[in-house]
């Protein structure tokens, strides 16, 4: 065989060599040009190999994808934790009302007639409540819900003004009191005001704590006397139905 052959096949089995690395996916680039064979037996071949630092290229790659990864999980972590310091001037007062667990009056509460002692009115109350006498008022309780009746003579009827200045003044002095509105209303018993807020509840016996209510107080007037209904709940609760029950159920017996 002639020398000649014999090194052109060594070019061919560099070329295939060359090849096979390319399409593994090296991070080398290897270019091989072949020259045709001499007559004379002697061929010329050039092999030139280019190897770019592949290395670098792919550490960066690396720590340009884990980078933002690692970043990211320390922000996270540090935005999440940095709600649980509470600071003086805009911490949580814990003095403060809380809200408890709404508590909503059952659908199938059952109601009966309270009727005043001189007669002259009379209002459903919810049964089975507890029932205690202060002050002159009655006032009928079950957990954070209540109904609280009184009644007092007055000249002249009252108004959403004459509620804002002297009809809530049992309860406006109380730190915890945030009046809502205070609106004309209508019921069966005829136009009166309704007045709503919020105010902490009495302080619970085992740790201390007022729950947060939401309450309605109604003032209605006839023949010279005013009826109060001041119907209050743990704020959140569902007590629109039975409220109106309350308050639509007035009579003036006289």
């Known amino acids: 065989m002639r020398p000649g052959t014999i090194f052109s096949a060594g070019a061919v089995l560099l070329v295939l060599v060359a090849g096979a690395c390319s399409s593994a996916g090296s991070a080398a680039s290897t270019s091989v040009r072949a020259v045709a064979v001499q007559p004379s037996g002697l061929a010329s071949n050039s092999v030139s190999?280019?190897?770019?630092?592949?290395?670098?290229?792919?550490?960066?790659?690396?720590?340009?994808?884990?980078?933002?990864?690692?970043?990211?999980?320390?922000?996270?972590?540090?935005?999440?934790?940095?709600?649980?310091?509470?600071?003086?001037?805009?911490?949580?007062?814990?003095?403060?009302?809380?809200?408890?667990?709404?508590?909503?009056?059952?659908?199938?509460?059952?109601?009966?007639?309270?009727?005043?002692?001189?007669?002259?009115?009379?209002?459903?109350?919810?049964?089975?409540?507890?029932?205690?006498?202060?002050?002159?008022?009655?006032?009928?309780?079950?957990?954070?819900?209540?109904?609280?009746?009184?009644?007092?003579?007055?000249?002249?009827?009252?108004?959403?003004?004459?509620?804002r200045a002297s009809g809530l003044a049992d309860v406006s002095a109380d730190p915890t009191f945030h009046l809502n509105d205070v609106q004309p209303v209508t019921r069966k018993a005829g136009v009166g005001v309704l007045a709503t807020f919020e105010i902490g509840s009495a302080p619970n016996a085992v740790t201390g704590k007022k729950a947060l209510l939401a309450v309605e107080r109604y003032v209605f007037f006839h023949h010279g006397s005013v009826v109060v209904l001041t119907l209050s709940g743990a704020k959140g609760a569902d007590n629109v139905d039975p409220w109106k029950t309350v308050s639509n159920s007035l009579t003036w017996t006289s």
């Open 49 to 163: 190999t280019s190897q770019p630092k592949a290395t670098t290229s792919t550490s960066s790659t690396s720590a340009a994808v884990l980078a933002p990864t690692t970043i990211g999980v320390v922000a996270s972590t540090t935005t999440a934790a940095a709600p649980a310091s509470i600071s003086g001037a805009g911490g949580v007062d814990p003095n403060a009302p809380e809200v408890v667990a709404p508590g909503d009056i059952p659908d199938n509460q059952v109601f009966i007639a309270f009727t005043a002692v001189d007669g002259s009115y009379s209002v459903k109350v919810p049964e089975g409540w507890a029932r205690t006498e202060a002050n002159g008022a009655v006032v009928f309780t079950d957990k954070y819900n209540s109904v609280t009746i009184q009644s007092s003579p007055s000249q002249t009827a009252p108004t959403p003004a004459s509620i």
